[in-house]
């Protein structure tokens, strides 16, 4: 009735303001009740009392609309109202389904209508996590929030009950409520059926209940199973109405999970079978040939030998486009019964675990199926079941464990299967280069090629690897990198290679080339292929590989030891022992360069012996190698030259000739330092021939991993090959590419050099002690140069800089002695009355050598800001921003403070920091991390007190957490600090974010 519904709106409006509307009250009293007499006019005589009685910002709200919707005459009443109510009235409609009546398109063209919809309401991951930490004082776990999301699909009522649930104490963890589902849930169910399904015409009635066993709503769907046309009417009508259905694409729908539950907890209370809806529904979807839809309702019926027919046609597709989790899902929900009669299934099951790095649960179902295959007499099934074994064996790089079983494969197959006796020729092929066996490999790859000609699989993996084994490095790496530009175009929808993934090997090669950025790179972006594929195995890889990142190029050991640590770590919980090699590998370099080396020597026997009892000799080798490497590095030359020998013989033995050839630097620079002249020449001669017929002189030029740790190291041996006439040309070459061909000697080792907090100094890895320097002046004389470092400065500059107060002839004496002092300091091994080489004269000038290696932490300061400036992809420009902010260990040369030559720069350094650090906190805070983007806020601030970037990144992660009154207290500090330090208010951009926050005006 319009009078009684305009006789309400009066009535609340009296609520406000008792005097309000006492003409439209006394019109609608009088006039003859429901006709247009008195509710038309008395309606516009509303809306003219309402604007002149309510001056303030209001709302009018009418819940419940669905209610009355449908009526025209209140249709009528609601859009007049909505068309002249003044500006500051503001009208607010509830409803479950939206108003059919109303010019809902004309308002929203208009601007005048905010459409607030069911996905508006749901709440989102973030908002739950926030929902349950900040009201409920619940504190979830991420899987958690996630699994809540994903089963209410953010509807707040359920998620009110779940947190209900939980306070009563009927269940204590959420995973008790999954596992009660529905019945946890039964107030919500209860609600349902009153609100919903009771109310619901029988006709929509039966619709629901007998289509809530299909996961996708089409009309062809709902017809066939209803056994009538007409379902496109009844799903527009239930989703337009509001009830639960949800449009997921053009004629296609889709119920609210829990609502879709309680559905189907109703079927047997109306007379319905689930079990037969659901073959009802897989016959549907058999004959239109969605075989996946029909496997899941035949699982669903506990149809499993149909089920199982119906996996067997999909499970090859499924494993070729990674999808395992799905295809495990499948095969797992059949009975053992149903399996031992398709032991074909119990391989695929296999190949899931396989694929996804659970390799004894693969080997256990592929040796179930062996055993069903034998007792059946099977052949060929046995053949797959042996190869799948073989392909764990493969993968974890056991090719003694391989090769037996493989042959045995290869014998059972039919001759008439040339595609599956290729693909075994592969296999063994494979498992021959890494048994080291490269003649027999390539013989037993080019039958499998001739085999399929054309049509056969691709090589390219096996390739790679036999190029890599027999250091054909240049040519791998052009492989690999074509292959990986191919690679970044295609989706991730595979199954992992295991140690054979692209970026992994690419980054294995960039570490022996010494390109420390891209040996970086590719591991980072092979952890993170391994985690997209759910391959804990390839994330070890990728953790191997990110540490022989971070030992070549500027070294961090501690990060390097940490990733060696995971995969180690990784590959034990995978119990494949063989993957530890690798990592061993790595610490036995990273312990051995870095001054321990018995904890080096562990390493390498260990992985030394993992290694040949899997039988790969290559890996050994280059553990041999390395620890040869370590010896000779801490002057253990002959241990050195023993190791170092049989590394060789073995690398003969797999026809590694670049591997060899760092043999061969590493036995010149053990004859060099024993003082041995014949055999230095001998092993030199050999050095550099190899060095260019492999085109590898980074060997000698660059931080490879094979190499020195400091190539600094190779200068000395060149300078001494040139002396003694072997390859000259050559060594020339490589000396004037080095900068230093002008220099008769070189002291084989760089600087490194510490200017961000007091001065410190080192020689490769041996730190100048305070006494090496004799005293202060040849210090301060250092950091001098250091400070104005690409340039010469002139000795009455010098002298007017750290002698301001003597007189020119003590300043002179005084300065010839600190300079004598500073080149004993930094070359103690200089023979007497040479000439330094880290500083140079010309005439009256003295600066820093520009062809000698000194690396001083400012310069990689500013270096890791400006690429992170220039870097478009966060997780890259937040790795480069910790790495360069990390070596902020204080003010620049903190302990010259008040010298003149310092205070510029000081300052230019102090705010580049400041930048930095906001700016790597403003990253963190996007990506979600906001404790740590705190905590490089608070860094920021404690050099800049007044840097409002780092207040306003600081008030959004307060924010974030929902924590207001940190919020309040920054702005207040913020303010509090411009006003006395600078006498200026916070920008408005910071007035402005605040306000957003808290939502009230800032303290005045």
């Known amino acids: 009735d319009p009078v009684v519904f305009l006789l309400h709106v009066v009535s609340a409006l009296r609520l406000q303001l008792p005097e309000a509307a006492d003409s439209t009250l006394a019109f ?31 709302a009018l709200v009418i819940d419940d609309f669905h209610l009355v919707g449908d009526t025209p005459d209140i249709a009528y009443i609601v859009t007049r109202l909505a068309d002249y109510l003044p500006p500051n009235v503001h009208l607010i409609l509830s409803a479950r389904q939206r108003p059919a009546l109303l010019p809902l398109n004309r308002w929203k063209v208009k601007g005048h209508l905010l459409e607030v919809g069911a996905e508006d309401l749901a709440f989102t991951v973030e908002e739950i996590d926030a929902l349950f930490r900040t009201q409920y004082r619940v504190q979830l776990a991420p899987a958690d929030v996630e699994r809540l999301a994903r089963e209410t699909e953010g509807w707040v009522i359920a998620l009110q009950m779940i947190w209900k649930a939980l306070e009563s ?66 799903l527009r009508g239930l989703c337009d109405d509001g009830l639960f259905v949800y449009q997921t694409g053009p004629n296609e729908y889709r119920y609210q999970h829990l609502f879709q539950d309680f559905l189907q907890e109703q079927l047997a209370g109306h007379g ?27 699982l669903a019926a506990n149809d499993f030998v149909e089920a199982a027919e119906q996996i067997a046609t999909l499970a090859e597709g499924m494993i070729r486009t990674g999808r395992l989790d799905t295809l495990r899902n499948w095969i797992s929900a059949l009975p053992y019964a149903v399996l031992e009669d398709a032991p074909l299934l119990m391989v695929w099951l296999g190949d899931t675990y396989r694929l996804g790095s659970r390799f004894e649960e693969a080997l256990e179902w592929y040796s179930r199926a062996e055993a069903r295959f034998r007792a059946t007499g099977d052949n060929a099934g046995l053949s797959r079941a042996l190869r799948a074994q073989g392909a764990v064996y493969l993968d974890t790089v056991r090719p003694l464990r391989a090769e037996a079983l493989l042959e045995e494969a290869l014998r059972l197959t039919d001759e008439k299967d040339r595609r599956e006796r290729a693909a075994l020729l592969e296999a063994l092929a494979e498992n021959r280069t890494n048994l ?217 033995r797999c026809s590694d000739a670049f591997a060899r050839t760092a043999c061969r630097l590493w036995l010149s620079l053990a004859y060099l330092r024993s003082g041995d002249p014949a055999a230095f020449a001998l092993h030199t001669d050999a050095l550099l021939r190899l060095v260019q017929e492999n085109d590898c002189a980074y060997l000698l030029t660059r931080p490879s991993f094979l190499g020195p740790a400091d190539p600094q190291g190779c200068i000395p041996l060149l300078m001494e090959a040139r002396r003694r006439r072997i390859h000259p040309a050559y060594v020339s070459r490589l000396l004037e590419g080095l900068g230093v061909a002008e220099f008769e000697s070189h002291p084989g080792y760089s600087l490194t050099v510490r200017m961000l907090g007091p001065l410190r100094i080192w020689r490769a890895q041996e730190e100048i002690a305070p006494r090496e320097w004799q005293r202060e002046k040849a210090r301060q004389l250092f950091a001098l140069l250091l400070a104005h470092r690409g340039e010469f400065l002139q000795r009455d500059q010098i002298l007017e800089y750290l002698w301001p107060r003597s007189d020119p002839s003590s300043a002179e004496v005084g300065f010839k002695v600190a300079l004598n002092a500073l080149n004993r300091a930094l070359e103690p091994q200089r023979p007497a009355r040479s000439a330094g080489f880290f500083v140079l004269r010309k005439e ?161």
């Open 844 to 1004: 009256s000038a003295y600066g820093l050598n520009p062809a000698a290696a000194v690396l001083a932490d400012v310069d990689e300061f500013e270096q890791c800001l400006a690429r992170a400036e220039q870097e478009p992809e966060p997780r890259r420009a937040i790795r480069l921003l910790r790495e360069g902010l990390s070596l902020y260990r204080g003010d620049y040369l903190s302990d010259f403070l008040y010298e003149e030559w310092t205070l510029r720069e000081r300052d230019r350094l102090r705010q580049a920091f400041v930048r930095g650090a906001a700016r790597l906190a403003g990253l963190l805070a996007d990506a979600g991390d906001c404790d740590e983007a705190a905590s490089w806020c608070q860094r920021a601030l404690a050099v800049d007190n007044c840097w409002e970037e780092a207040y306003r990144v600081l008030m959004r992660c307060y924010g974030a957490q929902g924590n207001r009154a940190m919020v309040i207290r920054t702005f207040e500090q913020c303010e509090s600090t411009l006003r006395s330090e600078l006498d200026a208010p916070p920008m408005p951009e910071t007035i402005d974010l605040y306000r957003r926050l808290v939502a009230e005006e800032p303290p005045r």
């Open 272 to 298: 319905l079978s689930r079990s037969a809806l659901h073959r009802q529904a897989a016959r549907f979807y058999m004959e239109k040939g969605a075989t996946e839809e029909a496997v899941v309702h035949y």
């Open 436 to 652: 080291g066996r490269l003649d027999e490999a390539k013989a037993l790859r080019q039958q499998a090629r001739e085999l399929l000609a054309s049509d056969g699989p691709s090589a390219a993996d096996l390739d790679v690897r036999v190029l890599l084994r027999t250091g054909r490095i240049a040519q791998a790496q052009a492989l690999l990198e074509e292959r990986a530009a191919e690679e970044r175009a295609l989706p991730p929808n595979r199954p992992a290679r295991a140690h054979r993934e692209t970026l992994l090997l690419l980054s294995l090669i960039y570490a022996f080339r010494g390109e420390p950025e891209a040996t970086l790179r590719c591991a980072e972006d092979g952890i993170e292929v391994g985690r997209a594929l759910r391959s804990p195995f390839v994330e070890a890889v990728g953790y191997m590989r990110l540490g022989h990142a971070l030992q070549i190029g500027k070294p961090r050991p501690d990060e390097a030891e940490a990733c060696y640590r995971k995969a180690i770590a990784l590959a034990k919980s995978l119990q494949v022992s063989r993957a530890t090699v690798e990592p061993l590998w790595g610490l036995t370099r990273l312990y051995g360069f870095f001054g321990d080396v018995g904890q080096a020597e562990s390493c390498a026997r260990e992985g030394i012996d993992i290694a040949l009892a899997a039988g790969d000799e290559w890996i050994a080798a280059l553990v041999r190698l390395t620890l040869g490497s370590v010896y000779v590095h801490a002057g253990r030359v002959q241990e050195g030259i023993d190791e170092l020998a049989r590394a060789e013989t073995a690398f003969l």
């Open 28 to 58: 609608l009293r009088q006039g003859p009740a429901g006709g247009p007499a008195s509710w038309r006019p008395a309606t516009d005589m509303l809306i003219n009392e309402i604007a002149d009685d309510l001056r303030t910002e209001s």
């Open 169 to 234: 104490g009927s269940v204590s963890s959420l995973g008790e409520v999954w596992a009660a589902l529905p019945e946890a849930l039964d107030p919500l169910f209860d609600y349902l059926g009153k609100e919903v399904l009771h109310r619901a015409s029988p006709e929509r009635q039966h619709f629901l209940l007998v289509t809530s066993v299909l996961r996708s709503l089409t009309p062809e769907g709902c017809d066939a199973m209803l056994g009538w046309s007409g379902s496109e009417t009844i």
